[in-house]
């Protein structure tokens, strides 16, 4: 079994840096999470108040999981347009969404273009992420 060590995308003529580059990185293969919490949060509870006292928190329960749900759902609106800006089409688009969320190979991947096409979508989709999120 031959292991190949992961290599960092090089972005310094994007202007982003390594650090910068692993941090959407990592911001990116919480999609399924993200997903996953907003898909679980689609009615808001109701308030039930114990009697007990609490901390400095917000109160409100409903609320709380309102501001959660919020903060999932623009983060996953952020990926999926940058993903929408960097592809030209619907098949590049669900192979960059697999590789940048899921850490799935290009080799094994049904991609309909060639590997370095593909790759420089892959560095514009992380550039126009990182102006998105504000890192550029």
């Known amino acids: 079994m031959r292991i190949t060590k ?15 580059y692993r941090e959407l990185y990592y911001f990116c293969r919480q999609y399924q999470e993200k997903k996953q919490k907003l898909n679980s949060m689609i009615g ?11 901390g400095s928190d917000i109160s409100d329960p409903t609320v709380r999981q309102a501001i959660i749900r ?31 969320t899921q850490g799935i190979r290009f080799d094994n991947l049904t991609v309909f273009c060639g590997r370095n096409q ?18 550029v």
């Open 70 to 100: 919020e903060s999932c759902l623009c983060d996953v609106e952020q990926i999926e347009s940058a993903l929408l800006e960097a592809t030209d089409c619907r098949a590049h688009y669900t192979a960059l969404l697999k590789n940048v």
């Open 44 to 54: 808001l509870s109701a308030v039930s108040y114990g009697g007990m006292p609490h």
């Open 118 to 135: 593909f790759f420089r979508m892959r560095r514009k989709f992380f550039f126009i992420l990182a102006r998105k999120r504000g890192r």
């Open 6 to 20: 992961k290599r960092d995308l090089i972005l310094d003529d994007f202007g982003i840096t390594q650090n910068t």
